[in-house]
């Protein structure tokens, strides 16, 4: 009867705010936002408390607003001060019997009120709990059976990627995957935790385990390591005047972005060199921030302009291309002219590491598939 009781109180909260905001829309905030997102997160630890207490279990519940915490001041897509939050976790003493308990998604940022992790945030809280209490293994339990070389709601052929590195795995989250939080992989990774993705409704399947090492050697030699596709997307390019105005250009850009979190990808030009290409799918904010943080009265006076595609995707390939870059640029514009694919541009990552090409997303569905296979032979 508790937590029947606990569920309705939470409803009703819910309900009177989401009222309230759809009567006037000046009540809704960032701040009120991450509050009313966030309830399920806490709900879910209390029902998950009751069960356990069902079953005899000894639970702590622990607010994650007393342990991780962000130099953010921000309320959405805070990125956790790992550092700090270690510091502040070395002084929680629990008994090893006890099951402990805590929401994802939530932190404290700098102004000490609660803030949100964004999509997938609760793996990102996971992470950073593991190397918060040095675990010697990390699980994140999903819908789909673990990563696979490409989205399996688009390529059907595509297969479960059984062993990926830390490096593989950010570039897949990087550039489009989303099983996975964008900032997920650094806390495991700088303190060498294996982690593995598995499908909570398939929990004895193998799942995709992210670590350094592998028992099969092989698997990490393949130069390509799968497609990934972000989809309703916009270019946004900027001309220059000078290397030095594209350079500080650039630096606010990765700067203000950031504060929206934006996904964005800074690319070194293949074939072109006028100017950044940046890549996001946040429309509403795009002409504001362009105004108000980029192009003040100095930057048109020498001549700064940008331009605006929309309706766009974009298809990267990932892997490892200092052995054959050119076999693989080769397989690319071969079949964008068999397809006759238009393309702005082909990219290339700065790590290296990705090759992208944006198409109208009206296409994408299209030359997904036969995209994919002609970097991976079908399989039956």
Not at 81 to 97: E, G, H, M, V, W
Not at 150 to 159: A, R
Not at 194 to 200: A, D, G, Q, S
């Amino acid at each position: 009867m508790k937590i029947k009781l606990k569920i309705e109180e939470t409803v009703d909260y819910l309900y009177e705010n989401l009222k309230k905001i759809s009567s006037n829309s000046e009540n809704y905030s960032e701040k009120i936002y991450s509050q009313l997102i966030c309830t399920g997160e806490n709900l879910s630890v209390d029902i998950m408390q009751e069960i356990l207490l069902s079953f005899g279990y000894s639970t702590t519940v622990i607010n994650p607003l007393d342990f991780l915490l962000s130099d953010n001041n921000s309320y959405v897509d805070v990125k956790i001060n790992l550092t700090k939050s270690i510091n502040q976790f070395s002084s929680l003493k629990i008994s090893y019997d006890r099951i402990i308990l805590m929401a994802g998604f939530i932190a404290k940022n700098r102004k000490k009120e609660l803030s949100t992790l964004g999509r997938n945030g609760s793996d990102y809280s996971a992470s950073v709990l593991s190397a918060c209490l040095k675990a010697n293994f990390c699980e994140i339990w999903k819908d789909v059976d673990g990563i696979y070389s490409c989205d399996p709601n688009i390529v059907k052929n595509s297969f479960l990627i059984k062993e990926i590195s830390y490096q593989d795995a950010v570039l897949f989250s990087k550039f489009g995957a989303n099983i996975l939080h964008h900032r997920f992989i650094f806390p495991i990774q700088k303190f060498g935790i294996p982690c593995v993705v598995k499908n909570t409704f398939s929990p004895f399947s193998r799942g995709t385990l992210i670590a350094n090492t592998f028992k099969n050697k092989n698997l990490s030699l393949n130069l390509i390591k799968g497609i990934t596709i972000s989809k309703d997307v916009i270019i946004v390019e900027i001309y220059r005047t000078d290397k030095k105005t594209i350079e500080e250009i650039e630096n606010k850009i990765l700067n203000d972005f950031l504060k929206f979190k934006i996904l964005m990808i800074n690319y070194k030009n293949v074939f072109l060199q006028k100017g950044v290409f940046l890549y996001y799918n946040r429309k509403k904010i795009v002409h504001y921030t362009l105004k108000n943080f980029l192009f003040d009265q100095k930057h048109v006076k020498n001549g700064q302009s940008f331009t605006l595609i929309k309706k766009m995707s974009i298809i990267s390939i990932i892997g490892d291309f200092r052995r054959s870059y050119e076999k693989v640029l080769k397989i690319l514009v071969n079949f964008l002219n068999d397809y006759k694919i238009e393309t702005f541009f082909i990219l290339v990552d700065s790590s290296g590491q990705a090759i992208s090409i944006p198409i109208l997303s009206s296409s994408i569905d299209k030359i997904a598939e036969p995209f994919y296979h002609s970097f991976f032979k079908r399989r039956s």
